[in-house]
């Protein structure tokens, strides 16, 4: 098992459809992410999850919903999303709080496209 | 707010040569943590080098090591003997020192050609 695993790596939609985005990791972190990824513009940090716990909400649009059940589990559900929104969304993981490595392990992303 | 700025959108080296990556930051901070990470094509991203701001000392991790200058807020990666997996896209990234997560603050990014 790698350590951080994304499913689907692809996915196309429609604006009205509803779909998840799903995040594993085999780590025994406590933190996990989701950033957005478009071209020609930095990661965007979207929402932080320390110990199950929402952290951090950089102001993301309610079309998207994170959910994370247990430290090893992330999801991110979308629906009524906007064209806008097709982009290569990564999760990743850390140690989280008191265990600071400064490093993040990344998933390879999965690739979303809005029709 | 901190920002990371890497000015260059793309860069190419010969294989064997050695290439250097800019990147500069901003911020009111005095203690904080800097990374480059590295992104091959259709593969996970995953940290190449860290440096801890209160360090003088320029990090090293094999052929990569980078030119910290606080003063100036500059954090280049220098690549030494590239070689073709080195091809990838190139992050450089803030840390505050504060806070319990790790929230990183990522450039846009410079996408890296090794040529043969």
């Known amino acids: 098992e790698t350590g951080v695993t994304q499913t689907p790596r692809h996915l196309v939609m429609g604006m009205t459809n509803k779909k998840s985005l799903k995040c594993e990791q085999h780590l025994g972190h406590n933190a996990m992410y989701w950033y957005k990824q478009s071209a020609k513009k930095p990661l965007e940090l979207m929402f932080v999850y320390n110990f199950k716990e929402q952290t951090e909400n950089n102001s993301v649009p309610s079309r998207f919903s994170p959910e994370c059940p247990n430290s090893s589990h992330l999801f991110l559900h979308l629906h009524t999303l906007q064209p806008e929104d097709s982009a290569l969304y990564l999760c990743?993981?850390?140690?989280?709080?008191?265990?600071?490595?400064?490093?993040?392990?990344f998933g390879e992303g999965s690739r979303l496209t809005v029709l | 707010a901190q920002t990371v700025t890497q000015s260059q959108p793309e860069m190419s080296v010969q294989e064997a040569e050695t290439v250097t990556l800019s990147c500069t930051y901003d911020?009111?901070?005095?203690?904080?943590?800097l990374f480059w990470y590295k992104q091959p094509p259709s593969r996970q991203m995953i940290l190449v080098i860290r440096q801890e701001a209160y360090k003088q000392q320029n990090a090293t991790e094999n052929r990569f090591s980078v030119n910290f200058q606080k003063a100036a807020k500059s954090f280049s990666l220098k690549i030494s003997d590239s070689q073709l997996g080195d091809a990838a896209m190139y992050f450089c990234a803030y840390r505050s020192s504060q806070g319990g997560s790790e929230k990183l603050v990522f450039g846009k990014g410079t996408k890296l050609t090794v040529n043969p």
């Open positions: 911020t009111s901070e005095s203690d904080y943590y």
């Open positions: 990743a993981s850390s140690q989280g709080s008191g265990g600071y490595t400064g490093e993040l392990f």
